[in-house]
């Protein structure tokens, strides 16, 4: 009777126990006593109680079975003995708890699937899933408030059977994350094939998660570690240890990670070929010489930033940088003239293409022209907030670099209008581009040059926001950069048509890009004498905030510029007459158009706009007041291909 029913008696208790039923006669609901069944049932006394009546089929529910019941260790054994990751996939997606047991599993306590007694030695035997887990051809970016360790874990086990995944980005919200150590635990025994890994402002992991991370994705190639204050030189060494194809490594603004760690990187890590380090204190001389002394003939771009080095990290990298061609160098305030000058003697960086110095008090005119002659195949030079150079530092580098393509200086005060022309004329016939960048102390002078060969290399000339550069220096630049095809003077307001004219007369090759956003004092006239000089040459035109730029010179635009695809007219004095000028030109391809900021256009230039549209792909209509919003919803219903800012 007790398996009929599914329950269990105990010796105590008494094998009819009070009837369930309030009236005995009902009792031929469920048990007959007719002559066709044989039960015996004896007669005893009924108790008082009165229970309600239960329909047939509901007495007695037995409690159905559940593997839930198992404890995890069962379930880890039977989660092991399980045949693929399709499969394995599938349970996880059963409850969390399933999930996260799941991603506890490494790849090499999985049983084999032709051995079921023994647990695979390697990440896998079988050959198709070894193909699939060294492909690594995933990724997955995680972010603020979707970064979790269950996510993780979801990410961990589900890639496994569809690929594997080789590129994993977390980046933590500014009010935390829910991202461990057990998320990169599941990262680690599931993602064997990973291959690039970048982990933003996570307070909450440390080094135990990241030693996972080394002794499971042995694959590793990209690291990229920033404000992680949880991991410290253990983690790293690590890393450096099993990771031996590591080529590119980012360490920023993780305040344990110190010398030892960078140490191990340079003895481990021989295929290193990128490093990037900023703002990490305990990082100092000891690290950077070893890094550097290591890699002397593998590592290829470079960028310390922020960093308690001194003249000694310098005259090392100087001498052992034989494979750098990109270094950049910025904030090291410890380190003074000495260390440049030894840099540039120490003859090592021969293969240097590349070169940025930003905000280093030490870059001074002795400094910089040791670096010219010490880097004779440097083609790029970058040089910011460099306050302690000088107009004869500046040419005695152009001298002695001759191979410089692109020269850029960025609030470099104590550079003049001599110091601008001088690196024009001794820059050698190589320099294309040349950019200044917010350098006060260019200011117009009255100068008499001697007539010297022009700089028909220079192609590309940018001037932005120099308050001092007016008419006197363009005229004297038009005499010698007649090969000019990309010209952009921005934000200065000291330039007048009668300064730029010569220069554009002058551009024997044809202007192709021209930006002269903030230059408030320019008028139609040049713009009407650029598109009769170069209309058939320029391709993009930048007027924002010309406020004395009318219609006009959009007809002389529509009339002269068929190849003219980038046009930006924002805060322009233009009107609808302007805009259907554009839109009646003949064999006009205009893609990009910004009218931001022009207030007297109204909803009459919506017929010439959708004209327009049949070439457009951007189209910028913000704060212009006069146009409707019921014009703005035609423009997006007519024109598909276009996106509309409004």
Known sequence: MAKIFGFTLK??????????????????????????????????????????????GEILKKKEASIEVLPDECLFEIFKRLPDRETRSLCAC?????????????????????????????????????????????????????????????????????????????????????????????????????????????????????????????????????????????????LAKHCPNLTDITIEACANIGNESIQAIGQYCSNLKSISIRDCPLIGDQGISSLFSSTSYTLNKAKLQGLNVTDVSLAVIGHYGRAITDLTLT??????????????????????????????????DVGLQSIGKGCPNMKKFCLRKCSFLSDNGMVSFVQAATSIENLQLEECHRITQLGLFGTILNCGAKLKALSLVNCLGIKDLSLNLPSLSSCKSLQSLSIRNCPGFGNASLTLLSKLCPQLQHVEFSGLNGIRDSGLLPLFMNCKAGLVNVNLSGCVNLTDKVISSLTKLHGWTLELLNLDGCLKVTDSS???????????????????????????????????????????????????????????????????????????????ELLLAQLHRCDILY
């Open 11 to 56: 010796e105590s208790e008494d094998f009819f126990p009070a009837p369930i039923y309030p009236n005995p006669k009902d009792t031929s609901l469920f048990l007959s006593l007719g002559p066709h069944v044989d039960v015996y049932y004896p007669l005893r006394k009924r108790s008082r109680v009165s229970a309600p009546y239960v329909p047939s």
């Open 94 to 238: 059963v409850s969390k708890r399933w999930l996260m047991l799941l991603s506890s599993i490494s790849g090499n306590e999985f049983y084999s699937a032709s051995e079921n007694l023994k647990p695979k030695i390697v990440v896998t035997e079988n050959l198709e899933d070894n193909q699939i887990t060294n492909e690594g051809c995933l990724s997955r970016n995680l972010e603020g408030k979707k970064a979790t360790d269950v996510r993780l874990a979801a990410i961990a086990v589900g890639t496994a059977s569809c690929g594997g995944l080789g590129k994993l980005s977390i980046r933590g919200g500014n009010h935390g994350t829910e991202v461990t150590n057990l998320g990169l635990k599941a990262v680690a025994h599931g993602c064997p094939a990973l291959k690039a890994i970048s982990l933003w402002n996570l307070s909450s992991i440390g080094d135990e998660g990241m030693i996972e991370i080394a002794k499971g994705c042995q694959l590793l190639e990209k690291l990229d570690l920033s404000q992680c204050p949880g991991i410290s030189n253990k983690a790293l060494l690590e």
């Open 331 to 364: 904030g090291l305030t410890n380190v003074s003239e000495r260390g440049f000058w030894a840099m540039g003697n120490g003859h090592g960086l021969q293969k240097l293409r590349s070169f940025t110095l930003s905000s280093c008090h030490g870059v001074t």
């Open 554 to 632: 959009l007809v002389a635009i529509a009339e002269n510029c068929p190849l003219l695809n980038d046009l930006d007219v924002s805060k322009c004095c233009i009107t609808d007459f302007g805009v259907a000028a554009l839109a009646q030109a003949n064999q006009f391809n205009l893609q990009l158009l910004s009218v931001f900021g022009c207030s007297a256009l109204t909803d009459q230039s919506l017929l010439a706009l959708v004209k327009l549209g049949d070439s457009l792909l951007g189209l910028n209509l913000q704060h212009c007041n006069s146009i409707s919003t019921r014009s703005i």
